[in-house]
């Protein structure tokens, strides 16, 4: 009896598929996330809101958290990008202006990189990833993946002869009294220290903190400052 049953056919609704057009900017956002099931939970949210269930990109559901988690970390990348990309002049005349390179954590060099256009004005400027790249030429943005192999050796071999001025600059400015470790690991992660010109300063600076510097470390350097020393005030008689 049960041979002759056929299988049901597979029913095709007629009526049109429709998202949230906020869901769809959502999982956009989502799949700049780098992970190695991206995709599969894009698609599982998007086919349990085709279902008409909606609770699947809410903050309380399992798949809505990690969805909204993972957009939370691609803005915080992005606002990475905005904060610690460092130009340096490309010194040549048939490249960019400025050339930068930078490692992002996710895929958010095309989304990111308008913000530069708008900053930087008519000059032309590139930034190189280890997987794409971008480049402004002044009035369009060219965008390319696989960073061309050119692209990166120029951003990664652009010498800025400013560095050592900005290296005494920073040195001179920082404030070991004010030092809060954990705090300025959070908003200038370690893993950005090695391709900023002050990277290689922070590890020193945070050593001499803990070894005393913390209570007197401007102390020398403001007592050396050229000016007028003003004593305290005299006591009347």
Not at 50 to 59: F, I, Y
Not at 69 to 94: Q, T
Not at 143 to 152: E, F, G, S, T, V
Not at 154 to 175: K, R, V
Request: hydrophobic share 40%; glycine share 6%; aromatic share 8%.
């Amino acid at each position: 009896m049960f041979e002759q049953c056929a299988a049901p056919e597979p029913t095709i609704s007629s009526s049109p598929i429709r998202i949230p057009r906020q869901l769809l900017g959502e999982l956009e956002s989502a799949a700049r996330f780098r992970s190695h099931d991206r995709w599969s939970l894009l698609y599982r949210i998007l086919w349990r809101v085709a279902q008409g269930d909606r609770a699947a990109r809410l903050v309380g559901d399992v798949d809505g958290s990690e969805l909204h988690a993972r957009i939370k970390a691609v803005r915080r990348e992005a606002h990475h990008l905005h904060a610690f990309v460092r130009f340096g002049p490309s010194g040549s005349d048939n490249a960019p202006d400025y050339v930068a390179w930078f490692e992002p954590a996710h895929d958010i060099l095309p989304s990111a990189a308008p913000h530069f256009a708008e900053r930087m004005g008519l000059h032309s400027w590139l930034i190189a990833t280890p997987d794409d790249a971008v480049l402004w030429d002044g009035m369009a943005m060219h965008y390319a993946n696989p960073c061309p192999l050119a692209w990166r050796q120029l951003a990664q071999g652009a010498q800025d002869h400013g560095t050592e001025l900005w290296m005494t600059y920073y040195e001179s400015t920082f404030n070991p009294a004010r030092l809060n470790r954990e705090v300025m690991q959070n908003n200038l992660p370690v893993r950005f220290w090695k391709n900023l010109p002050e990277g290689s300063l922070i590890p020193q600076l945070m050593s001499r903190a803990r070894a005393g510097g913390q209570r007197d470390g401007q102390a020398e350097r403001v007592a050396n400052r050229p000016g007028k020393r003003i004593g305290p005030p005299r006591q009347p008689d």
